[in-house]
């Protein structure tokens, strides 16, 4: 966002915390593009990222009348959807999940492009080695559903099994 635009934000949000309801809708259009992306910088989750910055808005949309009109919008703004992202990062946490992290756009060099193939001809080699259930339980396969904690017992156990089989294979840990 240019420095003009944040001023204009500014404004925009000091008339909206003076109960002009009508700056909401300019209010949501310039803040949402923002928060989605901080959002999904922070979470790496699109759908989580989605809901958070949702959840920022209607917390900004509830506290406008706190702003205060000399402090910038846009800061004021991505403070309170940092504080929701890491309530959505502590809730995760509390459910024991982590969000699936997005592969980057960047193209990887062409070592690392060896490198990564090599790493995952040997992880598919000693995954290889793994019983049915432990390779269900660690994503690679498919099979019977399990309450959340049956799942992560197998997860955990099937974790330490794949730790004792890649330093039997590749040493260390």
Known sequence: MSPAERIELSATMARLADGDRSAFTEVFTRLWPELRRFAGRWLHDDGEADDVAQRALLSI??????????????????????????????????????????????????EDAVIGLDLERAVLEVVGTLSPLDRVALGF?????????????????????LREAWSRFHGGR
Not at 86 to 95: A, E, I
Not at 144 to 158: D, G, H, L
């Open 141 to 161: 396969g498919s099979g019977e559903a399990v309450s959340p904690p049956t799942a992560r017992k197998r997860r955990q156990r099937a974790l330490m099994r």
């Open 61 to 110: 949309m509830a506290r406008a009348h706190e702003y205060e009109p000399h402090r910038d919008a846009l800061a004021w703004a991505i403070g309170i959807a940092a504080w929701e992202c890491r309530s959505s990062r502590r809730r995760l946490d509390r459910r024991r999940e982590q969000p699936l992290l997005e592969h980057s756009s960047v193209e990887p060099s062409p």
